[in-house]
């Protein structure tokens, strides 16, 4: 079996699924159902006998011991994650808890366990940490997109935490052996996003008759890929990639922020048309994210020339499908938006130049 930490979360929960629909092999999910962990998500393979949920914190090194030496995975699918820049930024803390330490004492664990595997099934084994392009820093208009070999040069508190612990796996393959994988990839949409990243959170607003809240200029540019096919491209990493090696992950496909907006309410309009001005009224700048990246794009050629991987979707297509999904789980949105994620609303957008009056209400 194959064991993930994060699968309640957004790609995480949309691996599960993927893997367990293609075919794979029973998977344990250890997750620890932090605001942004979601059995929901997992409510299609409820029944299913191949996927074993445990809640339980990464850094847990006597509950993740146990459940390694108890179930003896092939390889170790890491996902789990603070992932929001703007959390990271008025609460650091956590970020350099769950993705600093509990990276490495996952690791920890995982030496231990991979030190005591008969050869053959050592060789075999795999540590696959799932990463982001955010640690490369920002670019300039006319930079060239990331490389494998560009230099790390993280910005938010979210982005220096995923680089440490990128920083542990690479110094866990060089020094002990360990057989690691690190995928760098860019943004994602897709199903089962929690509505506090951009997409999700602009089609919710929309629906809602609440304010869009860009902020700046809206003309910072990020590669967007739809979540389906990272999984696609994670899958092929674990099959086939090389121990030791990092392979960047994206979309090539660029888009400013204003564009990706003014797309979504292009469809809303056609999907869901309402009286009056179309989405692109509910459009508002507001004060901009301290220490804001200007541009991140991916080369992902390693990947296409070392393993065929290519993303399947456009950003039409990709969008197209996320929208339909949203507009046909209003339940799941309802759901994740109760509770502590108005508390969040408010934290976050509540001093931003006058928008108090614009958040949501629900
Ligand atoms: P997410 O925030 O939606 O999900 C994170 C999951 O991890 C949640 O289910 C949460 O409950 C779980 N978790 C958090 N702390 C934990 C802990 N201490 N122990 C066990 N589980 C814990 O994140 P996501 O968007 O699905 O991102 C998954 C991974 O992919 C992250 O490592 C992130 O850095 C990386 N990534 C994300 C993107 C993106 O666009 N979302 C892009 C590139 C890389
Ligand atoms: P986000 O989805 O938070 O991902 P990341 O910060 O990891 O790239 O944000 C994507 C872009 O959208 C980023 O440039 C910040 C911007 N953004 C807004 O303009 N308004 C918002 O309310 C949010 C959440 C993000």
Redesign the pocket.
């Known amino acids: 079996m194959i064991l993930v930490t994060g699968g309640a979360g957004f790609i995480g929960s949309n691996f599960v699924l993927d893997w367990l629909a293609q075919g794979g092999e029973p998977l344990l999910n250890l997750d620890q159902l932090t605001y942004a962990g979601n059995l929901e998500n997992l409510a299609s393979v409820e029944g299913d006998a191949r996927h074993l949920f445990v809640r339980g914190d990464i850094g847990d090194s006597e509950l993740v011991a146990g459940l390694l030496r108890q179930h003896r995975p092939r390889a170790v699918l890491h996902f789990a994650a603070e992932?929001?820049?703007?959390r990271s930024i008025l609460g650091p803390a956590e970020f350099v808890e769950t993705n600093v330490v509990g990276t490495f004492r996952l690791l920890e664990a995982v030496r231990a366990y991979w030190r005591e595997l008969p050869e053959g099934e050592a060789r075999a084994f795999r540590f696959l940490h799932v990463s982001?392009d955010?640690v490369y820093g920002t670019l300039g208009p006319d930079d060239a997109a990331f490389s494998e070999t560009n230099a790390y040069a993280p910005n938010?508190p979210?982005a220096a935490s995923k680089a440490a612990s990128d920083h542990f796996v690479r110094a866990y393959h060089h020094t002990y052996g360990l057989p690691t994988l690190t995928t760098n990839c860019s943004?994602n949409y897709g199903p089962f996003q929690f509505p506090?990243?951009?997409?999700p959170?602009?089609i919710a607003n929309a629906l809602d008759g609440a304010a869009l809240?860009?902020?700046?200029d809206?003309r910072?540019v990020?590669d967007w890929l739809y979540v389906g096919d990272h999984c696609a491209a994670l899958r092929r990493v674990l099959e086939a990639g090389r121990p030791g090696a990092t392979y960047n992950i994206g979309g090539w496909n660029e888009k400013a922020?204003i564009e990706?907006?003014h797309a979504l309410c292009d469809a809303l309009d056609a999907a869901v048309p309402k009286a009056g001005a179309g989405y692109r009224a509910q459009i508002k700048f507001?004060a901009d994210?301290p220490g804001?990246?200007r541009r991140?794009a991916i080369n992902a050629g390693l990947i296409e020339r070392e393993l065929g991987w290519k993303p399947a979707h456009t950003f039409e297509t990709g969008l197209r499908r996320t929208i339909a999904w949203y507009l046909d789980h209003a339940g799941w949105v309802a759901n994740v938006r109760s509770g502590e994620y108005k508390k969040w609303m408010e934290r976050?957008?509540g001093d931003r130049d006058g928008l108090r009056s614009a958040l949501p209400v629900k």
Do not use: A, F
Request: charged letters at 20%; aromatic letters at 12%; proline letters at 3%.
């Open positions: 992932s929001h820049v703007d982001t955010e938010s979210y943004n506090e990243k951009l997409i959170l602009m809240p860009v902020y700046g809206g910072q990020r922020n990706v907006v507001v994210r804001h990246d991140y976050n957008y």
